[in-house]
């Protein structure tokens, strides 16, 4: 973690006996995970609504084995942070919903609400370069067309062969959810692939979903999924020698604010 300015512990400017009761709850998870020490807990908790809107009323998480179960639970504060700590959770599911999902007669649950953050991801196994390229006309140059700040929207390096970003419900008029949302994500993400072609279509799917990892947790590959900046990620800003040599550590530096309204500058 190095130099990095971390952020408050959960809930800000906590006083002191709050802060107690978080270290408290840490110990009592017996740390299930050695990957998640205490400050990244405290960060996953803090920040878990941008991951899935806490409007959501179910999430689903799921561990690092490829045939591990799908774990769906009831999206209560801290149950990401916990999650990770306690079992080893390293996905979560794109997608909250309204009502439990269940593999019934309609396997795709599509009658079922869904709410969620638009996740972009960017692959290019043969040269990250690209996928950074991509990245940068995405937050730079395609999403400012529809007013969005690029101060506004999380990034990550993925921990592996590309990168992540997050552009907030509300910023698309979508906080109050859709049993189509997967569906107008698809079409967002599709119009957007036209100028950047590493962009992953496959992450927009019925069902469940699709699982999406949970920033710095340490991968398989020794490196973590960790957050950048958007001045980070400029021409100007940091190689990718640069973003590899940071993913060797958890980054917990603070991310941009969800906007309180249905627009990109809060």
């Not at 952020?7 to 017996?30: D, M, T, Y």
């Not at 990250?128 to 529809?146: E, M, S």
């Not at 999406?212 to 001045?231: E, M």
């Amino acid at each position: 973690m190095g130099s990095e300015k971390r952020s408050a512990g959960p809930g800000g400017g906590a006083p002191a006996g709050a802060e107690k009761v978080w270290v408290e709850k840490f110990q009592k998870l017996n740390n299930g995970n050695p990957r998640v020490c205490q400050e990244t807990f405290e960060w996953l908790w803090r920040y878990e609504g941008h991951f899935i809107p806490h409007s959501a009323n179910w999430l689903i998480w799921k561990v690092e084995q490829q045939k591990a179960r799908w774990n769906i639970e009831r999206y209560t504060p801290s149950c990401i942070a916990v999650a990770a700590a306690s079992h080893g959770a390293m996905f979560f599911s794109i997608n909250g919903f309204d009502e439990k999902p269940l593999p019934t007669k309609d396997k795709a649950n599509k009658e079922i609400k869904r709410r969620g953050h638009l996740h972009l991801d960017f692959d290019s196994k043969g040269d990250i370069g690209l996928a950074l390229q991509d990245l940068r006309t995405l937050v730079f140059n395609i999403l400012p067309r529809y007013d969005i700040n690029p101060s506004n929207i999380p990034i990550y390096f993925s921990g592996s062969k590309g990168f992540h970003a997050t552009v907030f419900d509300v910023c698309l008029r979508l906080e109050k959810g859709r049993t189509i949302l997967s569906r107008i994500y698809y079409e967002i993400a599709r119009k957007f692939k036209r100028e950047i072609p590493t962009l992953d279509l496959s992450l927009y799917k019925w069902g469940y979903g699709q699982m999406y990892r949970l920033p710095n947790i340490k991968r398989s590959t020794g490196l973590h999924k960790i957050p950048l900046r958007s001045s980070e990620i400029a021409a100007d800003g940091l190689t990718v020698n640069d973003i590899l040599e940071l993913a060797k550590s958890p980054r917990l530096i603070a991310l941009p604010p969800i906007p309180k309204g249905g627009n990109s500058d809060g």
